[in-house]
């Protein structure tokens, strides 16, 4: 459940999504007018950029600014890599030479319209790198890497251009701006400063160095976790099918028949012909989990799944993560820091590595206690059956589901029927109407990236165009796991208004059968958490790309996201989408009633398992630049013994394929999530106060003040806008049951 923010900066590059999501550093090169690109290079490049019509090098004239995706060939992308870095350096040159005194209009915003070429084949080719990707894009990647970061840290560590930011910032008082355009101001001085510009220039190269390190060190975890999570099947005979139900038994046929009808040898097809194929992308291995009754099969699906990266093989995470954390000390301790959580910290709503672990700890004792007291329900399952073996991580989900039907009478089989992809979607679209008269049509005669992608208008009460919004669901190999947003399109006021294309892209399981795609509850929540970011991209409305949708604090941008997933149980919304795949019977009151009454079921798994990362997260962004390389099986055992995780849970992320933060943005912030609940479990509560969870007045405060704002204002300023007041954790303690109320 994540953000790929693509709402590139085109001044700094909020983030450069360089290996997912990122933060590519910047920093200043003497030499600013050459290519980006070494001269043998250009040479071939620019030579077979004549040799084809580059989509990118035009307007794209298609249906709302749509990316012509049957027209870009991989073979496209690096001559638009190179004129789009040289492009950019070009204008940014022309700031630097203009011999006017320095402006906000003629710098600070013309600064703001740099890199577009640069921009809109980034958006492009990331999105597509994790979502649609292949051999070509993936070398591509590995690449672009280096040349990115140096790319970037030739514009923000520019000595001359920062002077004339400089110069307009110190007489900031006395220009008139609005308090948007002060803002705007403040910020881009602030990342220019946060990315080396006040250093010596020998700090600055030592930046640059490190820069170019972590870019291609956090393009290898990822490509190392997408081979390792591709490389195990648990390929089984159908005597090996006990326990599972008719649908996993058919997804797993319908995931053989797929393997074998791509294989190329003969060898390879009868490897998969006649069996039934699992494996560790959570879709798949959930349902396996739960409903198997060969334990020694879930031990061997779980393990592949918990070990990825950690094989001694040629996609082994240990050292790449460690290199990473230690790099980021050494870049922390250039740049002034204590850690690099001190360093990252600084730009959130919770300041401090301090602060960070105090509000996780709040947490941790009460969901510990809790998940022991899970692990002794489930034991008293498994005696009960007259078992001989203790509870272990890979009987979790087996045994979770036992106690929820004994206890709750209620079961992922009875609720799944209720909830196909489209009823889901419908769900979803009406509580947006419902909040904010949203509407969606759906588009059929979109060119898009993948047959699987769906594509709808997004329009506004009045009629007037919002934005598009892709929809990506199920899961395939060529796609990397989790959920996320991002966006092909930004939205800006600035010279004209020009509105988003949005993406989510998730991995549900597909169709089985003649029936369509059946979600989880766990997915339904999914789906509605991604598209709460879809409407921070969607609803967004400012005058600066950099400043729109997603741009803000990590811990603050969640909480538009985890807000929209408590409309997804209320009873009023599921009503109205959750009817039967077969029979068009509307959910029953009865099971709605146990689905809220379980809603507080397994809540000390849940928690633990994601505190017990985030602190992990915490610990290695903590180290020093005087710490020694660690050795990360070492590390990662000292942090979980220290804060005494129970060996029936793993950390919902283990350092070897702990991408959020390895390979993507939420480094010191993958406790985001858990600030962000804080936000949102008060914010709702706020709703339910009214008495009405659609309460016009408050639904557009929501909007007006959380959706619409970007980072055009403080956060914390945006959210006392919104509620009234700062927010307050008892909300979130009653959501999760750890208030000491029982469930």
């Known amino acids: ?117 640069l921009v809109k084949v980034q958006r492009v080719f990331f999105n597509l790198a994790g979502s649609n990707t292949n051999p070509q894009l993936q070398e591509l990647q590995r690449e672009l890497s280096p040349l990115l970061s140096a790319h970037y840290d030739k514009v923000s560590l520019n000595e001359d251009l920062f002077k004339r930011i400089e110069t307009v910032y110190q007489v900031r008082d006395t220009l008139s701006l609005t308090a948007e355009q002060t803002k705007f101001l403040e910020d ?78 003969e060898e390879d097809k009868a490897k998969y012909k006649d069996k039934y194929v699992f494996t560790p992308h959570r879709s798949s291995m959930y349902p396996f989990l739960t409903e198997s009754s060969r334990r020694d099969l879930r031990e061997k699906l779980y393990n592949a799944y918990i070990y990825r990266g950690d094989n001694n093989n040629e996609n ?16 922390a301790k250039i740049m002034g820091y204590e850690t690099h959580a001190h360093f990252v910290l600084e730009e959130r709503m919770v300041k401090t590595p301090e602060g960070v672990y105090d509000l996780l700890m709040q947490l941790w004792n ?28 890979w009987d979790w989900w087996q045994y979770a589901e036992k106690v929820r039907k004994a206890k709750y009478d209620l079961d992922e089989a009875s609720l799944k029927p209720y909830l196909s992809l489209d009823n889901v979607l419908k ?54 796991g989790g ?34 795609a059946l979600l989880s509850f766990e997915n339904v929540t999914t789906l509605f958490h991604e598209f709460g970011h879809a409407l921070h991209g969607l609803l967004t409305n ?72 985030s602190l992990l997260d915490m610990d290695w962004h903590t180290l020093t630049a005087d710490d020694e390389l660690q050795d990360t099986a070492k590390f990662e055992k000292a942090s979980m013994e220290k804060i005494g995780l129970i060996g029936e849970i793993s950390p919902r992320y283990r350092s070897t394929y702990f991408s959020h933060i390895f390979a993507g943005g939420y480094a010191s912030g993958y406790y985001s999530y858990v600030h962000s609940a804080v936000l949102d479990s008060d914010g709702f509560a706020a709703f339910k106060e009214t008495g009405n969870v659609f309460d016009p007045e408050l639904a557009q405060k929501l909007r ?35 208030d000491g109320s029982t469930d």
């Open 1 to 117: 459940m994540k953000i790929i923010n693509t709402q590139f900066k085109t001044s700094l590059l909020a983030l450069s999504v360089v290996a997912g999501l990122g933060a590519c550093s910047k920093q200043a090169d003497t030499e600013q007018n050459q290519s980006s690109t070494p001269s043998s290079v250009q040479s071939e490049q620019s030579s077979a950029a004549t040799e084809v019509s580059n989509p990118f090098f035009t307007p794209y004239k298609t249906d709302f600014e749509i990316p012509p995706f049957s027209r870009i060939k991989d073979e496209h992308y690096m001559p638009a890599f190179v004129k789009g870095m040289d492009e950019h350096l070009a204008e940014i040159d022309a700031i630097v030479k203009n011999p006017e005194p320095a402006t906000f209009a003629n710098t600070v915003e013309e600064l703001e319209r740099t890199g577009k070429l």
């Open 188 to 265: 881009t001085r602030k990342g220019f400063v946060r990315s080396g510009a006040l250093l010596t220039e020998e700090q600055k190269a030592e930046i640059t160095k490190v820069n170019s390190q972590l870019s291609e060190l956090t393009t290898e975890y990822g490509q190392n976790l997408l081979a390792e999570t591709n490389g195990f099947e648990l390929i089984l005979d159908k005597a090996d099918l006990a326990g599972l139900s008719d649908g996993i038994i058919q997804a797993a046929a319908n995931s053989a028949k797929q393997k074998m009808d791509g294989a190329e040898s």
């Open 316 to 331: 082994d995470n240990k050292i790449v993560a460690a290199k990473i954390a230690q790099l980021r000390a050494q870049r």
């Open 366 to 393: 009460p969901a510990l206690n809790r998940a022991k007291q899970e692990v002794a329900d489930m034991q008293a399952v498994v005696d009960a059956e007259g078992h001989d073996f203790t509870i272990a991580a």
């Open 427 to 480: 769900g979803v679209f009406d509580t947006s109407n419902k909040l904010w008269g949203l509407t969606f049509t759906e588009l059929h005669d979109i060119d898009v990236y993948h047959p699987d992608a769906r594509v709808w208008e997004v329009k506004d009460k009045d009629g007037s165009h919002l934005g598009v919004f892709i929809g990506d669901y199920f899961t395939r190999s060529n796609k990397r």
């Open 483 to 516: 959920a996320w947003m991002s966006s092909f399109k930004g939205q800006s006021n600035l010279d004209k208004v020009e509105r988003p294309v949005v993406v989510n892209v998730c991995n549900f399981p597909g169709p089985v059968g003649d029936a369509p």
């Open 542 to 613: 400012t005058t600066y790309q950099s400043m729109s949708g997603t741009s803000g604090p990590r811990d603050f941008t969640e909480f538009p996201a985890q807000i929209m997933e408590h409309w997804a149980s209320e009873p009023e919304i599921l009503k109205t989408f959750a009817t039967h795949y077969e029979t068009g019977e509307a959910i029953p009151d009865a099971l709605i009633a146990k689905l809220l009454k379980a809603s507080k079921f397994n809540q000390g798994f849940s928690n633990t398992e994601y505190l017990a990362a």
């Open 704 to 738: 007006t003040h959380i959706y619409e704002k970007g980072s055009t204002e403080e956060a914390m300023t945006l959210y006392k806008k919104f509620r009234g007041r700062e927010p307050q954790i008892e909300a979130l303690l009653k959501v999760r049951g750890l």
